[in-house]
């Protein structure tokens, strides 16, 4: 089976950086997704990391170290908008990914 | 824009009434995806289509079933909903299985079992 763990909250502060981490104990890993979701909305699409290291798309950046099972979220500039639930969600080689249960991150004025 | 379009977007039915909720793509993926997500939860899989191979996950309850006529449309039928199954309800597409690929939600159908 697989156990993906996140923490359950984080509040920030806009203009700020906030890290938000996913441990993860699977078998057959085929990559890492992180995911956003706002309240009422479906998931859509941050980053993908299949390999160690730092991936970074903008104001985010995904690292990864498959040794250690680890994965982090990395936020820089917090927007009011960034306020969401963010997933990370671990690929097998069967295809399939499986959902954490979400970070809710609270950015503050 | 091609996309994931779920219909509809809220869905009211009765105790043990059967009810369908539809998915449709034009992404042209091959996969598609079921997923139930109740509040502050984790989307959990109930199954995949990879084209017409159909795979349930072996914990989603006999009551969920699922139809893919053609390339772009799936359906999710709950054939007696109870309580417990009022949830979100997720369908999302990739591009194939095994080659690494983000998933594309469809903006959910809100199931309300009264």
């Known amino acids: 089976g697989q156990n993906i763990d996140q923490p359950t909250e984080m509040t920030a502060t806009e203009g700020a950086i906030v890290q938000i981490n996913c441990t993860y104990q699977t078998s057959g890993f085929n990559g890492l997704f992180w995911y956003q979701q706002h309240a009422g909305e479906a998931p859509t699409f941050l980053s993908y990391n299949v390999l160690d290291g730092l991936e970074e798309k903008g104001r985010f950046s995904s690292f990864l170290s498959r040794s250690k099972g680890y994965s982090y979220l990395l936020l820089k500039e917090l927007q009011m908008k960034d306020s969401a639930s963010y997933l990370c969600a671990v690929n097998t080689n069967a295809g399939k990914s499986t959902f954490g249960d979400g970070t809710t991150l609270t950015v503050k004025p | 824009d091609a996309m994931v379009i779920q219909n509809p977007r809220y869905q009211v039915t009765q105790f043990g009434k059967p009810v369908t909720l539809s998915c449709s793509q034009t992404l042209n993926h091959n996969v598609m995806y079921w997923y139930q997500q109740k509040s502050s939860q984790a989307p959990k899989l109930l199954f995949h289509?990879?084209?017409?191979?159909?795979?349930n996950e072996a914990d989603t309850p006999d009551n969920f079933q699922s139809r893919r006529p053609n390339t772009s449309f799936c359906f999710l039928d709950i054939r007696s909903p109870g309580l417990g199954d009022a949830a979100m309800y997720l369908c999302a597409t990739s591009r194939d299985l095994g080659t690494p690929g983000e998933q594309f939600f469809g903006p959910g159908t809100r199931l309300t079992v009264l």
């Open positions: 289509y990879y084209d017409k191979d159909f795979n």
